[in-house]
Structure formats: C-alpha cells, structure tokens
C-alpha cells in the first residue's frame, strides 16, 4: 500500500510532549547505541528489503558524511538501536541538533516485520524523554507513506507544520492532506493538528542547503 504513494515532504513540530502516550519496552527488548561497526545496519535500517538498501547505500553514506561525519562521535552517542534479546537491532532513532540550532529526530523506524507492537512507540518515547524541556519545541521530517508513523507523532503531540516552503524544501502539506485522509483510519485523521513554523526555525532550515533533518 505504502508503494503506491508519491514521496512528498511533510514537516511536523511538537511544541509539549503528551506524556500520556508514553510507553516502555518489554523485557526481551533493549535499547543501545550504535556501535561503529554497525554503521552499514543503520545505513540499511530504513529500507525494507536489501535491494532497496542497496539502492539508496550512495544517499545514506552521503548523508551522513554530509550531517554527522565532521561530529562522528557525539552521532555513535546519539544514534539508538532498539534491540531484540540476542542484542539484534530491529529499530533506530535519536535526536538530532540540526544546525546546531533546532531539536529533530532522526530516522525513526523499526523493521517492517515487527511493526504494531509497540516497539516504535516505546522507542520514541524513550527519546521524547530524554530531550530536555529547554531543547523544545522539536521538529521532523516525514511522507504521507509514514501515515502510521504521522498518527503516532501525533500522540505525541506533533504538530504538521502548513508553511509553504522549509528552507530549501517545498512543503507538500496540501497534497499529502487527502493522502492522509485517504489512508489514515478516520479517528486518527482527525486528531490531526496543525501549526505554523515558528520563524527561528525557518530560519535555521535556511541557514544550509544541506537538509539537516
């Protein structure tokens, strides 16, 4: 299903996290960071199958030699796997400061096979947590194909920004609305909330033509 839909930038902001849907992991899952060794797992963490991991290896190495390569350390301290007991990663995500200026979270995923059983949720409550108040609001980027992970954001208290351009990108907000709509479950679509960027945002997404989240 999610293959039939246009990849379209979507933005989100959660000024106050909603502790109520926070949640913790199982015992026979963990959470670690990322060791150097594994660096080609994250790189292929995002894809749900090898051969689109492969495809995309030349956009994730860039990536990160563009945003973490010049502070490598402080990404291997920030980067988390959510890991099951025999200590594989099945989900990553952190937070991220994007131009040293803007709180974002990162590459949020968990492996399709394991999708609806908390483990996501789990996994990002454990890194809304762990942002301290000062560091709000926080900010990232999403597609209308992430329609799961838009609804729990939202729990969260993420907001979708309506602003017409991001720094260098064109915000798709009013093509990835009847997206949504379409695909999301009615109840969910309609908790949605919406939000203008605040201007230190914009700001700070202009300040690089290098997309920092």
């Not at 989100?12 to 670690?32: G, P, Q």
């Not at 960071?33 to 994730?60: H, N, Q, S, V």
């Not at 997206?179 to 605040?198: G, V």
Request: neutral net charge; charged residues 30%.
């Amino acid at each position: 299903m999610e293959n039939e839909i246009p990849d379209k930038n979507l933005f989100m902001m959660c000024k106050k996290i909603n502790t109520s849907a926070l949640s913790k992991l199982t015992d026979e899952y963990h959470i670690r960071a990322c060791r150097r060794k594994e660096l080609g797992i994250w790189k292929g963490m995002p894809f749900d199958d090898r051969e689109t991991a492969k495809e995309y290896e030349y956009f994730m190495t860039k990536y990160f030699e563009d945003v973490y390569k010049d502070k490598e350390s402080l990404f291997f301290d920030k980067c988390l796997y959510v890991c099951d007991k025999n200590d594989t990663p099945i989900g990553t995500c952190f937070a991220w400061k994007a131009y040293d200026k803007i709180t974002t979270i990162h590459w949020f995923k968990v492996v399709k096979s394991l999708e609806g059983l908390g483990i996501g949720r789990a996994l990002l409550s454990f890194v809304m947590n762990d942002i301290k108040e000062m560091d709000y609001p926080v900010y990232l980027h999403t597609q209308p194909s992430s329609f799961r992970a838009i609804k729990l954001y939202s729990d969260f208290g993420f907001e979708i920004l309506t602003d017409p351009i991001i720094g260098y990108r064109q915000n798709d907000f009013a093509e990835c609305m009847p997206i949504l709509k379409k695909y999301m479950l009615q109840k969910d679509y309609e908790k949605l909330r919406f939000a203008k960027a605040p201007k230190t945002f914009l700001e700070a997404a202009m300040s690089s033509k290098i997309n920092e989240f």
